[in-house]
């Protein structure tokens, strides 16, 4: 079992949509991050967080510590938004990967 | 500066060629890391440095040879690779309370 699940694998959604990525752990963790990839591209850090939530532009990172599950949402989606996004959690030095959330988002 | 500079951005060597890997922060992280990435697959942690020491190394193969030189700097040495090896090699760097930061990567490939 991976200790870092997502959901969905993939997801299409056409512009404009609301999107809602989550994200369910099994370790104690320092802080939970949402990452972004575009195809062949490196990783950028969304969000870090070890509670509550975060805002930024139409992106919305939120993490329930006691249930161990974060969801990021995006508002108004544009195709640029296409990517993968991954959630990822760090305990200490250790940092554990979901497998990614392979969003398109049609015109 | 907020940014983990990798270079090159792109990669190609034969079999029996030695190249490296480079990465570069000056964000005063002291923990950096080396992390292959095939297709369509999540990151897989190869090496941990904190305090430019090796804390961790995930059982990979001797031809890849890590070095931090400073706290800035890490490299990845790479000597007679296998295809097999062809990937997204990505550095990252981190601060507790501060959170990860990545650079976009070298992708390799061995032909």
């Known amino acids: 079992k991976n200790e870092v699940e997502q959901s969905p694998q993939n997801l299409t959604a056409q512009e404009g949509e609301f999107i809602t990525i989550n994200c369910s752990y099994s370790v104690g963790i320092s802080a939970l991050h949402w990452l972004q990839q575009h195809p062949g591209g490196g990783i950028v850090s969304l969000f870090m967080l070890s509670s509550g939530k975060k805002k930024h532009g139409r992106l919305i990172a939120t993490i329930n510590i006691q249930e161990k599950h974060s969801s990021l949402h995006i508002t108004a989606s544009h195709p640029r938004d296409s990517a993968v996004y991954i959630c990822?959690?760090?305990?200490?030095?250790?940092?554990?990967f979901g497998t990614g959330t392979s969003l398109t988002v049609i015109p | 500066d907020t940014e983990v500079t990798q270079t090159p951005k792109h990669l190609v060597m034969g079999m029996t060629n030695k190249k490296s890997l480079k990465c570069e922060q000056h964000?005063?992280?002291?923990?950096m890391y080396w992390y292959k990435q095939k297709a369509k697959k999540p990151p897989e942690l190869m090496f941990v440095?904190?305090?430019?020491?090796?804390?961790i190394n995930e059982s990979v193969p001797s031809r890849f040879s890590p070095e931090c030189p400073n706290s800035s700097l890490l490299n990845l040495h790479l000597h007679a690779l296998q295809p097999e090896d062809s990937a997204l090699y990505l550095c990252?760097?981190?601060?507790?309370?501060?959170?990860?930061?990545f650079g976009s990567g070298t992708r390799l490939t061995v032909v």
């Open positions: 964000m005063g992280h002291r923990a």
């Open positions: 440095y904190s305090y430019e020491k090796l804390s």
């Open positions: 990252a760097s981190s601060q507790p309370d501060y959170g990860y930061t």
């Open positions: 990822a959690v760090g305990t200490g030095n250790q940092f554990y």
